[in-house]
């Protein structure tokens, strides 16, 4: 079974589709520095810290996953957990989803690590494993996109988002998938101007898989956020997803460019359109005729 994701419905003439934070309030909470662990220990401080998110005016709820990869679980003896943590955190997120009233949706967060101790560089087989993992657990939990955070390197990208239709398949369930582009520097030269041309060829890449969203990481860059943004939103056309701070300088420097009518979500701000004409891009549906998200031209 496929299923079609539509933005919420207050993010469609007003600006982007508000994304919640993170979950650093819940460190107290945590026995260790694994917050993912409370997906399985505390699910009432998770669906509260959701609650919290959709008072505050969120309209997708992200996963608390950011650390449950497979290889970051094993940190804590939990690698043969990392399904049922995604499947839980997705879970959660749902039911806090449902019983806030209105149109919300939950963004399931799956980071693939680079590097795993003793390992070093996880092998394309690896990284495809990770990802199929965390995304059949995402979405069988519930999730209505997917956020696929990985390095730069395109053969990377393409195991990760094999691993995510895999993962879909799994699920017996297609959403549409954002990439979130992360620059490892142990992936990539560090000359000036190589990074920005690093995530550019990426971006490249991540245009030729069909994700229907990109948004970049503000970690390690050779030049300013927006800049390096513009370079990225060039080799790639379809919506962004700016995921910063609200307090962070760079908003206001994206705000500034002609970027702002492709964004289609944004981390707990909203963006006007430029004029009443020109809302925000918005994503590609999922393919009816299977997991794989269908691509699309912009």
Known sequence: MTTRFTEPKAGSRTGPALVS?????????AGSSCLEELNITDPKAVIDVHRR????????LRTNTGGASPERLD???????????????????????????????????ARVE?????IGF?????????SRTMASGLVGGGADLLLLETAQCPARIVAAMAGARRGMADAG????????????TRLGALARGAITDGLARAAAAVAGI?????SLAPDNLDRPYAETLRAVATAYGGPLFVDLSPSSPHWA??????????????????????????????PAPANDAGPRPAARSY
Request: aromatic fraction near 6%; glycine fraction near 8%.
């Open 114 to 118: 680079a590097l795993a101790p003793l």
């Open 253 to 282: 420097a994206v705000a500034e460019t002609d970027l702002r009518r492709r964004i289609a979500w944004a981390a707990g701000r909203r963006l006007e359109p430029l004029d009443d004409t020109e809302a925000p891009a918005r």
């Open 210 to 214: 069909g994700a229907q969203g990109l």
């Open 122 to 130: 996880l092998p394309l087989d690896r990284v495809e494993a990770a």
């Open 53 to 60: 998110h959709l008072d505050e005016g969120a309209e997708i």
């Open 75 to 109: 940190r804590y003896r939990m690698h043969d957990e990392a399904f049922i943590v995604s499947y839980m955190a997705a879970e959660h997120a749902s039911k806090a989803a449902r019983s806030h009233g209105g149109d919300r949706r939950v963004m399931g967060v």
């Open 173 to 184: 369930r297609a959403v549409p998938v954002l990439v979130k582009l992360r620059y490892e």
């Open 21 to 29: 934070g993170g979950f650093g309030e819940l460190s107290a909470r």
